[in-house]
Nanobody, 118 residues
């Protein structure tokens, strides 16, 4: 069992930056693929970025070059650095942990709101 708690969301002006954090509790954090998803009103939840225990990453095309995902296995933390934010990035952002060898072990945080507006 893994519990995830996100933090770092808020209101930011266009062009600004935010850093989201995801704190994980439970065992074997390093074996989980960590991901950040987002869901805007009226839209489906979408993958923003993911990182394996070894540090391999993948990003949605819409955030490549602007967002950076990272993790600290010793601290059981995952991060999403978001730069050059635009109104299209406004959404609830969710942290996800998916076991590398068992897709049924899949956990979600409660979400943190990011609003980009002037």
């Amino acid at each position: 069992q893994v519990q995830l708690v996100e933090s770092g969301g808020g209101l930011v002006q266009p062009g600004g930056s935010l850093r989201l954090s995801c704190a994980a509790s439970g065992s074997s954090f390093s074996i989980y693929i960590m991901g950040w998803y987002r869901q805007a009103p009226g839209k489906q939840r979408e993958l923003v970025a993911a990182i394996t225990s070894g540090g391999s990453t993948n990003y949605a095309d819409s955030v490549k070059g602007r967002f950076t995902i990272s993790r600290d296995n010793a601290k059981r933390m995952a991060y999403l650095q978001m730069n050059s934010l635009g109104p299209e990035d406004t959404a609830a952002y969710y942290c996800n942990a998916r076991h590398a060898y068992s897709s049924t072990l899949d956990y979600w945080g409660q979400g943190t709101q990011v609003t980009v507006s002037s």
